[in-house]
């Protein structure tokens, strides 16, 4: 079950007795409980029908009376568990956790879960990318209620989350506009641990700053956003791509000023300079696209940015860009040369001797 489906559930009135939300974007876990805690809970009585238990501190004697209680004056009581270890593997959690010590105990809080009754909604929180399907626990779930997995939205979901986050603050903002801005918060980007938290506290910066009702343009969104190490990478290459010394000393004395280590700098460099000759090799070869794109391993929304990047260098000054790079890396850990002085020597010897 995914986000729409699980909202559909919920308005039909029709939930099960227990889930297991979990996935990498926290932002939908969080909306989902506030969601079942509104549609379900009276602020009167919170304290009497809505419980949040740590997993960590939660043994089945705990877990038994935060299910058994009945609601009062509401058609549910909700209890949330948060980071349950028995998910997890014996080797992750370190020692038994208290209350659940062996087989017999597991037997019954399985049981225990296949007989909740309708006036009970018991969800299991894990902010984890994957569950093992063969863990009991996740069985029992999926036996007696159902499992929400929360990723990352992606396409017209992520769109119109955007777009309706501006619309909340009344700022206006085009399709082109709106897609620059996904692209820059590097919201898709697999190797980047943003999530709609993110996206969201930059929507609040950027409608802050210009007024009611006014037009968000690539000029403001360029002025106010955090721009990611890797976005800062991709247009240093392509002012050395377009020999702009004074250009890329610049966006990297942004960074280093940002508190970026100088080694990490180099080595996103040299990574994006091996998926550029690595695109460009293959291509040569004859492979198609798609071919391309899995033996080079990266997300099609970096693919896409490598590839098209790629086409501003040849193999011969691509090889010759590594070289320096090895020529730098040297230089800063065999040597007295300030790192700083290092890249920025570096970064001249690319835009000018390649």
Known sequence: MNYKEFIKTLKSNDLKPVYLFHGEEYYLIDDLIKRVKKAYIDDRFETLNYTVLEGKDTSFDKLINACETLPFMSEKKIVIIKDFPLFKNKNEIGEELDGFTGTQDKKRLTKYIEDLGNYI?????????????????????????????????????????????????????????????????????????????????????ISNYISDGEEITKEKMDSLMIKPLEMNVFNLLNSISQKDGEKAIRLFNEMYISNEPVLFILHMIVRQLRNMLHIKALKMKGYMEGEINSKVGLSPYEYRKVLNQSNNFSIPQLERA????????????????????????????????I
Do not use: P
């Open 121 to 205: 909604c018991l969800i299991f929180v894990e902010k984890v990318d994957s569950i093992r399907k063969n863990n009991f626990l996740y069985k029992a779930i999926k036996k007696a209620g159902d499992v929400v997995e929360l990723k990352k939205l992606r396409g017209m979901d992520l769109d119109n989350w955007v777009q309706d986050r501006f619309k909340e603050h009344n700022r206006k903002i085009s399709k082109s506009n709106l897609n620059y801005f996904i692209e820059h918060t590097s919201y898709l980007n697999s190797k980047q641990e943003k999530n709609l938290y993110d996206l969201e506290n930059e929507i609040l910066k």
């Open 322 to 353: 590594l070289f320096h790079c090895l020529e730098a890396d040297k230089s800063i850990k065999t040597s007295s040369v300030d790192g700083r002085l290092a890249l920025e020597i570096l970064i001249t010897n690319l835009c000018f001797n």
